[in-house]
């Protein structure tokens, strides 16, 4: 392992234990939520109207862990805490995976 992708590695390593800080953050400063992540419904409220690529593919992807929990109830912030990590290391997990096969196709085909 280089020194590159060790650098890459634990910047996502830390990027990752970072993540509870997207429901930190809006619980900390009476927030209704993380920046970005807003239903249709608090956009019609925040802007009047619904953009229309918004409406026509907001049905188009479902999260594998919605809320980034398994848990269906409210869970406390310190385990909504975990599942954020959880969800981090789930996404690096795929993305490295996908990256890597990409890549190693691309070194077969050359």
Request: glycine share 10%.
């Amino acid at each position: 392992m280089n020194k590159f992708t060790k650098k890459i590695g634990l910047s996502l390593l830390v990027l990752a234990l970072l993540s509870p800080l997207g429901i930190l953050l809006p619980k900390w400063f009476n927030a209704e939520g993380g920046w970005g992540e807003w239903s249709t419904r608090k956009v019609k409220k925040e802007l009047g109207y619904i953009p229309k690529g918004m409406k026509k593919n907001v049905d188009l992807w479902k999260a594998p862990m919605p809320d980034y929990s398994i848990e269906k109830e409210n869970t406390s912030l310190f385990k909504g805490s975990l599942f954020y990590i959880l969800s981090g290391f789930v996404g690096i997990g795929i993305i490295s995976l996908v990256t890597w096969w990409l890549f190693n196709i691309y070194q077969q085909n050359e």
